[in-house]
């Protein structure tokens, strides 16, 4: 991962962390965060929020799922997921 890449607050918390968990253990989870964080990470500002909240409640998706993808978007950004309603 190069700093050409970003990752947003969210995604390591919530579609990372907890997924590594899953299968593993909390020092490989650890690992591959620090992995992330190589990455520019991004925060929630307000816009971003607003605009998330404005597209979850359109689309009816889930806010972590619209801030990923409003985040991505703000950002001319590839998004990779395996959510099939992406």
């Known amino acids: ?10 995604s ?3 579609e990372i962390y907890k997924k ?10 650890t690992q591959v965060i620090g ?15 607003i605009k998330a909240a404005k597209f979850s409640f ?4 889930p806010m ?6 409003i985040t991505g978007r703000m950002h001319n950004s590839i998004i990779w997921t395996q959510d099939i309603y992406f």
């Open 35 to 49: 992995i992330m964080q190589q990455a520019r990470v991004i925060y929630v500002t307000t816009a971003i929020a």
């Open 1 to 10: 991962m190069t700093h050409d890449s970003l990752t947003d607050i969210l």
């Open 20 to 29: 590594v968990l899953l299968g593993s253990d909390d020092t490989t989870a």
């Open 64 to 69: 972590v799922d619209s801030l990923i993808y």
């Open 58 to 61: 359109e689309n009816k998706l």
């Open 12 to 14: 390591v918390y919530n």
